[in-house]
């Protein structure tokens, strides 16, 4: 399969704890972006990575949340100290340079207790 | 005003129905548009972007109003395999006024097939 991938699929955990999450774009794709998806609403963006270099970050992304492309490759985005809030679904997508069609993962569900 | 407003729906249609999605924007500089659509519990998928001219791919029509700001998605001759979320999807400026590469996504509206 040689689409965008995400792991882990779903994750539940207690408040407080720390979660990570990979996505792992389409091979030749320099961008990648992080969303969220929240039941009844569309996905909101959080930000975006061009290469390794994360060019914009959303107001939603607050302080307890890290994303990372370290290699200009996989990412990953932690989050600290869950909240009950931060249930969703966190999709990630990949395109090509311009402004093209973003590709999505099939997301990664959090559950938080 | 809400920077993508949509149809709250759901729309209910018979098979061979002919439905539209309406959608607004609110930034009149916003560069791209698109449908997406989402099946439930899987990933959004580009359906179709949308053009100034209108542009149409088989049953699906796009329509584009910039002087409005509005967006629509026409589908003739509905199936079965149509039922889905319609996500009315804008790409507008930066702060900065420049590119911008996020998407900003309507709520959607759900649309079910009956036989």
Redesign the interface.
């Known amino acids: 399969d040689t689409g965008v991938s995400q792991n882990p699929r779903h994750k539940i955990t207690k408040r407080g704890q720390n979660v990570t999450f990979r996505c792992d774009p389409i091979s030749e794709h320099n961008r990648l972006y992080w969303y969220r998806q929240t039941l009844g609403q569309g996905p909101e963006f959080l930000t975006y990575f061009q290469n390794e270099a994360q060019l914009e970050k959303s107001r939603l992304l607050s302080d307890r949340f890290s994303a990372e492309r370290p290699k200009g490759s996989f990412s990953t985005l932690e989050i600290q100290r869950t909240e009950q809030g931060d249930s969703a679904m966190y999709l990630c997508a990949s395109s090509l340079q311009g402004i093209g069609e973003q590709f999505f993962g099939p997301g990664t569900r959090l559950t938080v207790l | 005003r809400k920077e ?1 407003e949509q149809d709250p729906g759901p729309f209910n249609v018979p098979e061979g129905a002919t439905v539209a999605f309406n959608c607004t924007y609110s930034n009149s500089a916003s ?2 548009f698109f449908w997406y659509r989402q099946d439930c519990r ?5 359906l179709m ?1 949308v053009y100034s001219s209108g542009n149409e791919d088989g049953r699906f029509t796009a329509q584009l109003n910039r002087a409005s700001q509005y967006i629509s998605l026409l589908i003739r001759d509905s199936k079965l395999s149509d039922s889905a979320t319609y ?1 009315c ?1 804008v ?1 507008p400026p ?1 702060n900065s006024g420049g ?10 509206t759900l649309l079910t097939v009956n036989p």
Do not use: I
């Open positions: 993508v560069q791209s899987k990933e959004p998928k580009l972007s996500l999807v790409n930066s590119s911008n590469y996020k998407l900003t996504f309507g709520k959607g």
